[in-house]
């Protein structure tokens, strides 16, 4: 039981982390970041995946 929050930091950690980079890199406003999230994501699956090679 004490893994869990240390679990829930590092996702809080990494999800504020890939929030931070899509505003920084694409815009501060809503549409910008929703289309920059999405791209971004899409970005990571495929390198997760290997489907990008």
């Given at each position: 039981m004490?893994?869990?929050?240390?679990?829930?930091?590092?996702?809080?950690?990494?999800?504020?982390?890939?929030?931070?980079?899509?505003?920084?890199?694409?815009?501060?406003s809503?549409?910008?970041?929703?289309?920059?999230?999405?791209?971004?994501?899409?970005?990571?699956?495929?390198?997760?995946?290997?489907?990008?090679?």
């Amino acid at each position: 039981m004490r893994a869990l929050p240390i679990v829930f930091w590092i996702l809080a950690f990494l999800a504020a982390t890939f929030c931070w980079m899509v505003i920084f890199q694409h815009g501060l406003s809503w549409q910008a970041f929703t289309s920059g999230a999405r791209e971004e994501l899409r970005v990571l699956f495929s390198l997760a995946t290997g489907a990008g090679k």
